[in-house]
């Protein structure tokens, strides 16, 4: 019996977020078995790319979302329309804007599968009224990391900058990911200032670029560093395109970093991309003990100590103890391509409705 082909919608945005390079690898793995089709309004356009597609791909939150308001609910409406199938990825419940959530309900309720980043997602989905209107078709899939280790690397101004830092024995603190106020990136801020007044000369690297919004992220962001009195030791990348460049920062990280407001979740990418740099990533546990059961490379990463949990309300003191002993710690090593492969298979097994984790 032939496979199910794919029409997978994108955006067109040139930095792209986590969500999208879900979408874009999802589209690249499922192996000349789908294509990709950017949101712009295009019905005909739309049209003629369902011709040869079995179903149609949607995750989501979308880039851009108020520039895209009414286009995932077209696709999805013309989708059905032509008697598609209708695969909806769902990377967040809870910690969308109501306003994001309001714009997903049309849409929602015409898919015919739908697919959650993480166990805790599912349970809120599963808690809102939309859930009863909805498929019962429904479950959680391990979300791969959203960059692979690339087989050289390429030290730019700022990863220069850091090793002279490094040389000068200066403890850096990393993150990965984009800068929001539910990612709590500022607890990293914090956190360095602690080992600061503990003697340790610290500096911190955020590999990644603020999330425009109503939130004032960046002005708040800075001024938090000038009243910790550590703005000449903070560096922002922005936006790093290139996975060269990014894994040449990354190299001179002695511990990346992680304070989430919810915990450790599986849709948390980044902290696995982090964790193939070879250096140690603390971050505090998931509020669930098998929140992580589905995710086997979260799994052997924990195991084998590349990825360090703290209690899931640890203060700043208990991240400064921590990220000290990560950075004396031995990890033992993975085959990531093999396991990201693996992730990979779970995900389009999921998506051809076969074997996932249920909810």
């Given at each position: 019996?032939?496979?199910?082909?794919?029409?997978?919608?994108?955006?067109?945005?040139?930095?792209?977020?986590?969500?999208?390079?879900?979408?874009?690898?999802?589209?690249?793995?499922?192996?000349?078995?789908?294509?990709?089709?950017?949101?712009?309004?295009?019905?005909?356009?739309?049209?003629?790319?369902?011709?040869?597609?079995?179903?149609?791909?949607?995750?989501?939150?979308?880039?851009?979302w108020k520039k895209k308001l009414?286009?995932?609910?077209?696709?999805?409406?013309?989708?059905?329309?032509?008697?598609?199938?209708?695969?909806?990825?769902?990377?967040?419940?809870?910690?969308?804007?109501?306003?994001?959530?309001?714009?997903?309900?049309?849409?929602?309720?015409?898919?015919?599968?739908?697919?959650?980043?993480?166990?805790?997602?599912?349970?809120?989905?599963?808690?809102?009224?939309l859930s009863a209107l909805s498929?019962?078709?429904?479950?959680?899939?391990?979300?791969?990391?959203?960059?692979?280790?690339?087989?050289?690397?390429?030290?730019?101004?700022?990863?220069?900058?850091?090793?002279?830092?490094?040389?000068?024995?200066?403890?850096?603190?990393?993150?990965?990911?984009?800068?929001?106020?539910?990612?709590?990136?500022?607890?990293?801020?914090?956190?360095?200032?602690?080992?600061?007044?503990?003697?340790?000369?610290?500096?911190?690297?955020?590999?990644?670029?603020?999330?425009?919004?109503?939130?004032?992220?960046?002005?708040?962001?800075?001024?938090?560093?000038?009243?910790?009195?550590?703005?000449?030791?903070?560096?922002?990348?922005?936006?790093?395109?290139?996975?060269?460049?990014?894994?040449?920062?990354?190299?001179?990280?002695?511990?990346?970093?992680?304070?989430?407001?919810?915990?450790?979740?599986?849709?948390?990418?980044?902290?696995?991309?982090?964790?193939?740099?070879?250096?140690?990533?603390?971050?505090?546990?998931?509020?669930?003990?098998?929140?992580?059961?589905?995710?086997?490379?979260?799994?052997?990463?924990?195991?084998?100590?590349?990825?360090?949990?703290?209690?899931?309300?640890?203060?700043?003191?208990?991240?400064?103890?921590?990220?000290?002993?990560?950075?004396?710690?031995?990890?033992?090593?993975?085959?990531?391509?093999?396991?990201?492969?693996?992730?990979?298979?779970?995900?389009?097994?999921?998506?051809?409705?076969?074997?996932?984790?249920?909810?």
């Amino acid at each position: 019996m032939p496979k199910r082909r794919y029409l997978a919608f994108v955006s067109d945005a040139a930095q792209t977020c986590g969500v999208e390079e879900f979408a874009r690898q999802a589209a690249l793995r499922l192996d000349g078995r789908a294509t990709r089709h950017v949101l712009d309004g295009d019905i005909g356009r739309l049209k003629s790319a369902l011709d040869h597609a079995d179903a149609a791909i949607l995750n989501f939150p979308v880039v851009a979302w108020k520039k895209k308001l009414a286009e995932p609910v077209v696709a999805a409406f013309v989708s059905r329309l032509q008697r598609k199938q209708l695969v909806v990825v769902l990377h967040e419940w809870h910690a969308l804007d109501w306003k994001r959530r309001l714009v997903l309900v049309p849409v929602v309720m015409l898919a015919t599968r739908i697919l959650f980043s993480a166990p805790e997602v599912a349970a809120e989905f599963a808690k809102s009224p939309l859930s009863a209107l909805s498929t019962s078709r429904r479950a959680v899939i391990p979300i791969p990391p959203n960059l692979a280790l690339p087989t050289t690397l390429h030290d730019g101004p700022i990863a220069r900058r850091l090793d002279a830092q490094r040389k000068a024995r200066r403890l850096i603190l990393g993150q990965f990911g984009s800068i929001y106020p539910k990612k709590q990136s500022t607890a990293v801020l914090e956190t360095a200032a602690r080992l600061l007044a503990l003697g340790h000369d610290v500096g911190v690297v955020f590999a990644g670029s603020f999330i425009r919004g109503t939130d004032n992220v960046e002005q708040e962001f800075y001024a938090l560093a000038d009243k910790l009195g550590i703005s000449n030791r903070v560096v922002v990348t922005g936006y790093v395109a290139d996975a060269e460049e990014l894994f040449g920062i990354f190299r001179h990280v002695d511990v990346f970093c992680y304070l989430f407001a919810e915990g450790l979740t599986a849709r948390r990418a980044s902290v696995l991309a982090a964790s193939f740099s070879g250096k140690p990533v603390v971050v505090n546990a998931p509020r669930q003990r098998d929140a992580l059961a589905h995710h086997g490379l979260f799994c052997k990463l924990i195991e084998g100590g590349a990825i360090r949990m703290v209690d899931t309300q640890a203060d700043v003191n208990t991240m400064a103890d921590a990220v000290l002993e990560a950075s004396q710690s031995h990890r033992a090593s993975i085959d990531a391509k093999a396991e990201v492969d693996a992730l990979w298979g779970a995900v389009i097994d999921a998506l051809d409705g076969g074997k996932a984790t249920h909810w």
